[in-house]
């Protein structure tokens, strides 16, 4: 970042960005939470295409929006439609995929939403980098643990069938990478013939988040 001072305003570059200058408002995430009665975060779901990310995504919006919480869900395929259109599945692109996301869910949990992410994200370093962009314990990544003889067995839109007929390259647990959290929040364990539903799924989560003070301004 390199500084160019002309008298009081000091402007920067960032990036591509050349003589930016931040601009704050008295009105912030402290007021916007206390309105709410929440605490902005991000939980951050990853796991195999088929291990009930976005199943374990809307149960939990859903419990907290009964509760009487603000949540908003970002979810890896929907916004493969809009925002990250321009993306494909190399790890570069997958890497740029997970940090607009996380920009994105910055923003949100800076707007004192409980922004649930449902993302693959395989790769730690892309996580990592996500979870170094908040607050120091309002990134809560959560392990969502389903083998893959489990996901393949569901294969609800039959990309694992495609992937194993050499008709889809680079099909995340086949023949592309998935690396497993070493230290997160929360892993959801599910073994074959032994899941959890999603409301006992979703309910592990919201439990963390209470004991975590979240759920309260
Ligand atoms: N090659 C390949 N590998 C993995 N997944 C693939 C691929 N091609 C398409 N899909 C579909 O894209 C969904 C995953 O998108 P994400 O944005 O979550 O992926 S990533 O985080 O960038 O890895 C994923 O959705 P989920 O099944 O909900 O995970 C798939 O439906
Ligand atoms: N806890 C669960 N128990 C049983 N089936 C589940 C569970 N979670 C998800 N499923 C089913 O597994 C399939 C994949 O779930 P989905 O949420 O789409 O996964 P992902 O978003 O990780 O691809 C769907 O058919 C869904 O109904």
Redesign the pocket.
Known sequence: MGFTGISKLVTSTVGKSTNILWHDCPIGQTERQKLMNQKGCVVWIT?????????LACALSRELHSRGHLTYVLDGDNLRHGLNRDLSFKAEDRAENIRRVGEVAKLFADAGLICIA?LISPYRSDRSACRNLLPKSSFIEVF?NAPIEVCEA?D?KGLYKLARAGKIKGFTGIDDPYEPPSDCEIVIQ?KIGD????KS?ADQVVSYLEVNGFLHE
């Open positions: 796991g195999l295409s088929g291990s009930g990310k976005s199943t449902s969502l569901r609800p599910c899941c959890p539903s999603p799924m």
